[in-house]
């Protein structure tokens, strides 16, 4: 038994979920909003996961059947980027908002989280407020482009491993 509550607290570790939440929490005068609400909101590790696993296939499906209209660029652009929100909130139950939103922060993905947050509002004010298809399309192109750039910020070397990949592919010499 106690092996197997050391593998849970070892995998708590890993996703980065606090092993005793109730000591992590500052004294009352230094807490901050995210403290605060982490505080209100703590859930269990089997609730974190349901929400996690909720949060993500509400996302996916969003995203899935934004596919569905594709040929209405408005509708397929508000569906896409409501799924990614949804699925990127996610994450947010395995390791909470505050940490979630320091990770995005951090100086390694600081412009990743840039650009995919900016082709966000992007591909939105050009669905719901420009009504352009094409815009709508280029916007959702490069909302596409900064969550794959983003998530590669995750994985160690993965985005200079992706950009040799594609440095070695298109360097052509005339």
């Known amino acids: 038994m106690d092996t197997m509550?050391?593998?849970?607290?070892?995998?708590k570790m890993l996703v980065g979920m606090?092993?005793?939440e109730e000591s992590a929490l500052p004294p009352p005068e230094e807490q901050s909003f995210f403290d605060d609400v982490t505080r209100h909101c703590a859930l269990t590790t089997t609730q974190r996961l349901y929400g996690f696993a909720i949060c993500l296939a509400a996302g996916l499906t969003c995203t899935f059947l934004a596919m569905l209209v594709f040929f209405n660029p408005v509708k397929f652009g508000v569906t896409?980027?409501?799924?990614?929100?949804?699925?990127?909130?996610?994450t947010a139950f395995l390791i909470g908002p505050k940490r979630q939103f320091d990770m995005m922060l951090d100086s390694v993905r600081i412009y990743a989280t840039a650009v995919y947050?900016?082709?966000?509002?992007?591909?939105?004010f050009c669905a719901l407020y420009v009504?352009?298809?094409l815009l709508t399309?280029?916007?959702?192109?490069?909302?596409?482009?900064a969550l794959v750039w983003y998530?590669?910020?995750y994985i160690p070397f993965a985005r200079s491993v992706v950009s040799r990949v594609?440095?070695?592919?298109?360097d052509t010499e005339f």
Not at 5 to 11: F, K, Q, S, T, V
Not at 137 to 145: K, Q, R, S
Not at 166 to 170: E, G
């Open 80 to 90: 896409f980027t409501l799924g990614n929100l949804m699925a990127l909130g996610s």
């Open 137 to 145: 399309l280029l916007a959702i192109v490069l909302e596409f482009g």
């Open 151 to 153: 998530s590669l910020s």
């Open 166 to 170: 594609m440095t070695s592919c298109f």
């Open 18 to 20: 606090e092993v005793d």
């Open 131 to 133: 009504h352009s298809k």
């Open 5 to 11: 509550r050391g593998a849970l607290e070892r995998a």
């Open 117 to 124: 947050i900016a082709s966000i509002i992007i591909a939105l």
